[in-house]
């Protein structure tokens, strides 16, 4: 396919499954789009002033300085992945830049879409200059007739100049058969902001990822959260990693973790080395049919000054609060619904409503089935 | 209204409530005193149907069908309700969003209806979580507003609740209760338990009755029942055999 195949012309079923995994097809609410389909890039461009989407090598041919931006938050040799995706001779992924001061309320949507190939590779690099404001969704799915499975590589950098913020809300909506490795980091100058969402009520067969924020500069602020359901042959391998250099630099790492069966290790990292920077770290785990949850938070300081906390909790659903909701009412099911949506119910400081929006529709149609 | 017959009920393998019999007519509001631990919470959690309490003998007609092997949400579908003392805390659950699940279909006017208890301003916040008595209380009537029951059990709607608060609970309560209407008139019914009795200085009772070890030990006039114990105490129930 060329690049900028009209969005509304996909098939059907493809259209639903972007749909489910927050992508707008009919960009109304968006100001933004990349579509990549295996590893053809279908569609990429950009409305709003002073942001550009961009194919990865279109933006190496455009601008001499990414050099300065390609590996250099993720190691190229960090693992068989990372090195997997540095190998491409062909190198396919986006890059999306915000340039000093340029904002976008109406986020830009990405999407990678597994068909037919057996590994879909990207690498991506984000980039919000000095003041920006840049959000962005990002909507991975897999089509229904991966009948033999497949997987997903995808490296990303971010990087959070002065002033500036990111959102990256990444609505992950696979198959049983997919196996997924996002290899993410971000640096975090002074003040920045970075936020980091993710969601996945959908089965898939592995995820695995640790992405790390180095906050760098003074008073810059990361915040990473996880809403995920584990269905019976789910294996999720999620953590987060923030490491506290810049002075007041805070971080609060989240995390909803359901299981059905399947297994899921919730993995937290907050590294404090400055006086005055402060971390949270928060786990909470609802075992409703056995499986497995291992919550393994770490906090680590090494100097006098930082503040670092966490909670880790993993239990059940308690009968006192469904019979509660019972008795106005509500009858097992809609109780027990009731109560997993409020449990899901992560509001996250600095997103836009329509991002915030997007992960309560998806956690919306996880409730309509009963979760 | 409801009908118990001769009711034993267990917690565990204990039997806590012994051969209850009560009776409370359309319109009627009736008052439940006993000292702590008597069983009058377990009375009002076994009506509404509560899997923790298990009846091993007898049964509770309401308008007239039996409920007594009915779910909590069967039965608050006909028409039982309960306010809590303590209810329990839903991380998550927003008081807004359990209202809207709690009307449906009906057509409350939910921002008013919060409005007039005080409690608009906790739409989002997570059910229980850091109320205080007072807020804890006014939340359960405002869910009974909106639930509209026909029965109403108050488990000590009074306690933890200052008394600028109590005038308005007995308000809503009262208004729950119809006690508006002319006594032939009104169709609601209530049971309430008091300890210290003030609420009754805002809902008019009926008929009062006195527990005391799981047993109901006597019935009357529920204001000179009360004096009674306020000069005396529960020590001479204890002593009395049920009448």
């Not at chain 1, 059907?12 to 927050?22: E, I, N």
């Not at chain 1, 997993?340 to 409503?353: A, E, H, S, T």
């Not at chain 2, 409370?24 to 899997?51: A, Y």
Request: with cysteine.
């Amino acid at each position: 396919m060329s690049p900028n195949v009209n969005l509304s012309e996909l098939s059907a079923a493809d259209k639903d499954r972007l749909v489910q995994s927050g992508i707008d097809l009919t960009m109304t609410n968006r100001c933004g789009s990349y579509l990549q389909m295996d590893q053809d890039i279908v569609h990429s461009e950009c409305t709003s002033e002073g942001i550009e989407v961009l194919p990865y090598k279109k933006a190496f041919e455009k601008y001499s300085w990414m050099k300065e931006y390609e590996w250099k938050v993720v190691a190229e040799d960090k693992d068989e992945i990372t090195k997997y995706v540095a190998a491409q001779k062909d190198p396919k992924g986006y890059v999306i830049i915000a340039h000093k001061g340029s904002s976008n309320i109406v986020p830009i949507q990405a999407c990678l879409y597994l068909g037919r190939e057996q590994i879909q590779h990207v690498h991506n690099i984000i980039i919000a200059e000095e003041g920006a404001e840049l959000h962005i969704i990002s909507g991975c799915t897999s089509g229904t007739h991966v009948g033999k499975g497949g997987a997903h590589y995808g490296v990303s950098e971010f990087y959070v100049k002065k002033n500036a913020k990111i959102s990256f809300t990444m609505i992950h909506n696979w198959s049983e058969n997919i196996e997924v490795f996002p290899r993410s980091a971000s640096v975090v100058e002074e003040n920045g902001v970075f936020l980091s969402n993710y969601v996945c009520m959908q089965p898939v067969k592995m995820v695995q990822m640790y992405p790390t924020a180095t906050l760098k500069g003074d008073n810059s602020v990361a915040r990473f959260s996880s809403i995920v359901i584990a269905t019976a042959e789910s294996h999720m391998d999620l953590g987060s990693r923030a490491i506290l250099e810049g002075k007041g630099a805070s971080a609060e790492l989240i995390t909803r973790a359901i299981t059905k069966g399947g297994t899921i290790i919730s993995r937290g990292h907050i590294n404090g080395k400055t006086a005055g920077t402060r971390g949270h770290l928060e786990c909470k785990g609802l075992i409703l049919q056995d499986g497995r949850i291992y919550a393994i938070p770490e906090i680590e300081g090494s100097v006098v000054g930082t503040e670092l906390s966490h909670e880790a909790a993993v239990g059940k659903l308690a009968k006192d609060e469904i019979e509660y909701l019972m008795s106005r009412g509500l009858d097992e099911d809609e109780a027990t619904a009731t109560i997993i949506r409020g449990f899901l119910d992560v509001k996250i400081n600095g997103l836009p409503d329509a991002l915030q929006h997007q992960i309560d529709a998806s956690i919306d149609v996880a409730e309509r089935s009963g979760f | 209204m409801l009908h118990i017959e001769d009711l034993h009920v267990n917690v565990g393998d204990k039997e806590v409530l012994h051969d209850i019999n009560l009776h409370i007519g359309e319109g009627e509001t009736h008052v439940l005193l006993g000292p702590n631990g008597s069983g009058k919470t377990t009375l009002l959690m076994t009506i509404m149907g509560f899997s923790s309490y298990t009846i091993t003998e007898g049964m509770i007609l309401f308008k007239g069908e039996d409920v007594t092997r009915m779910r909590a949400h069967e039965r608050a579908e006909r028409g039982i309700g309960i306010l809590f003392q303590r209810p329990p805390t839903i991380s998550g659950l927003k008081l807004g969003k359990l209202l809207t699940a709690i009307s449906r279909k009906k057509n409350e006017d939910i921002p008013a209806l919060a409005a007039s208890v005080h409690m608009d301003r906790f739409m989002d916040r997570d059910i229980n979580k850091g109320f205080s008595g007072g807020e804890i209380k006014r939340s359960e009537v405002l869910q009974l507003m909106i639930q509209n029951p026909d029965f109403i059990m108050l488990d000590e709607p009074e306690s933890g609740v200052d008394l600028e608060n109590i005038s308005l609970m007995g308000t809503a309560i009262g208004s729950l209760l119809e006690k508006e209407k002319r006594m032939s008139k009104r169709q609601k019914s209530g049971l309430v338990i008091t300890h210290t009795g003030y609420i009754l200085d805002y809902i008019e009772t009926d008929r009062g009755h006195v527990m005391c070890d799981g047993m109901i030990r006597c019935h009357g006039n529920p204001r000179e029942i009360l004096k009674d114990i306020k000069q005396r105490g529960y020590k001479e129930c204890l002593e009395c055999r049920q009448t």
